[in-house]
């Protein structure tokens, strides 16, 4: 069983940078697709990025291009989302996930393609 747990949420101010962190408990992090998601209340579980097996393919949703960067340090079984220039509509629970195998260059982008998640860390922004 994976257990994911993510880390680095928190309060900062519009136009300011945090980075989130996921960690991966299973000895074959190396074979997991990897992806963030984001939900604000009142609304659905929406797709931040994603990240392939092998770390070469990134995605992102359109409202967080250019300003976030998934990367992946297998050594440490480690997924990250740094978040730069923050705006108050990047205030939502942050997800990270996880999904065992399938092609190593894909990027996976609706909930339903992953099978482990974390419990979530609150990001606020402030205007």
């Known amino acids: 069983q994976v257990q994911l747990v993510e880390s680095g949420g928190g309060l900062v101010q519009a136009g300011g940078s945090l980075r989130l962190s996921c960690a991966h408990s299973?000895?074959?992090?190396?074979?997991?697709?990897m992806g963030w998601f984001q939900q604000a209340p009142g609304k659905e579980r929406e797709f931040v990025a994603a990240?392939?097996?092998?770390?070469?393919?990134?995605y992102y949703a359109d409202s967080v291009k250019g300003r976030f960067t998934i990367a992946r340090d297998n050594a440490k079984n480690t997924v990250y989302l740094q978040m730069n220039s923050l705006k108050p509509e990047d205030t939502a629970v942050y997800y990270c996930?996880?999904?065992?195998?399938?092609?190593?260059?894909?990027?996976?982008?609706?909930?339903?393609?992953?099978?482990?998640w974390g419990q979530g860390t609150q990001v606020t922004v402030s205007s």
């Open positions: 996930a996880a999904r065992y195998g399938g092609y190593s260059d894909i990027t996976y982008r609706q909930p339903y393609e992953y099978t482990y």
């Open positions: 299973g000895r074959t992090f190396t074979s997991y697709a």
């Open positions: 990240i392939s097996v092998n770390g070469r393919s990134t």
